[in-house]
């Protein structure tokens, strides 16, 4: 028998006339709202929970109504596909197949074994269903379509997250643990090279915030074969042509992190730093195609 697993968008939506109809069949029918999802993602390895229950563990899944939850269609999708799990209109998997969002990065990221900040990500609406017990704090909480350091918080307590969670309402949230660091690493990836690398240094310790948007040093740097590897790991994963990879040293893992992929990323700063000439390398790739 088939584990059924029904989605609606709608809070008032009618499940038990379902749920009926599926007790007198005899099938096995669960429904569940967008927020009921929890995702994780770690290096290797992506899970998704619906209340707390592994999506692995169903057979089938329905999008019934998906307008304004596309993220969380795309990455169930995604994950439902390498997880040989049946969705209903065989044409999702392939039509929501991408979605500009650090959420589907992470995801793909994560299947494809680039090392990344370990991450829950999950809609704040939904926040009081799961269980972050394990969770520890200070914690970097991310808006999965923030850019330029807008939309990234670093909270220190279960207060200060709820207060996030109010702000945010309807957000996509990405939690992480908090890595310490003297500034973040851009690897500007063109066409599967690296033409350009930097480091990015926070203006002082009131913001713990790398983005040169919000006032932080930038200067270039001589990043070592590994963290090269890693970046160019990011774009290809992601089929990037062109991307700045943001990177982080752990230093307890001894190993780079990638915060962060920018498909369309700012560089007149670098430019600045390095006296690479961007417009002329993406130019110079484009020629050659």
Not at 155 to 170: A, D, P, Q
Request: overall charge negative; aromatic content about 12%; charged content about 25%.
């Amino acid at each position: 028998m088939n584990k059924i697993l029904f989605f609606d968008k709608r809070y008032d939506f009618d499940s038990a006339s379902w749920l009926k109809e599926a007790k007198e069949l005899k099938a096995d029918l669960k429904s569940a709202h967008y927020d009921d999802l929890l995702f994780h993602f770690s290096t290797g390895e992506s899970a998704i929970f619906v209340r707390n229950q592994p999506l692995a563990t169903f057979s089938t899944i329905f999008f019934y109504t998906r307008i304004g939850y596309e993220e969380e269609v795309v990455m169930t999708s995604i994950f439902s596909k390498l997880n040989k799990i049946d969705v209903v209109d065989q044409v999702l998997p392939s039509r929501f197949s991408y979605f500009d969002s650090k959420s589907y990065e992470y995801m793909i990221l994560s299947n494809n074994s680039v090392p990344i900040i370990e991450s829950w990500g999950f809609r704040a609406s939904g926040y009081n269903k799961h269980d972050l017990s394990t969770l520890s704090f200070p914690m970097v909480v991310k808006e999965s379509d923030a850019e330029r350091g807008e939309g990234v918080f670093l909270v220190k307590s279960s207060e200060e997250l709820g207060e996030i969670i109010i702000k945010c309402k309807n957000k996509f949230l990405l939690l992480q643990p908090y890595v310490e660091n003297d500034g973040d690493i851009r690897v500007l990836v063109i066409g599967g090279k690296a033409v350009a690398t930097v480091k990015r240094r926070r203006k002082d310790d009131s913001d713990f915030r790398n983005n040169v948007s919000q006032g932080a040093s930038i200067s270039s740097f001589n990043l070592d074969e590994k963290g090269i590897e890693v970046a160019l790991a990011a774009a290809d994963a992601l089929q990037y042509d062109f991307a700045g990879v943001d990177l982080i040293y752990d230093s307890n893992a001894g190993q780079y992190l990638v915060m962060e992929v920018n498909r369309s990323p700012q560089f007149i700063g670098t430019e600045k730093a390095t006296g690479v000439n961007v417009r002329r390398e993406f130019l110079r790739y484009l020629n050659l195609l």
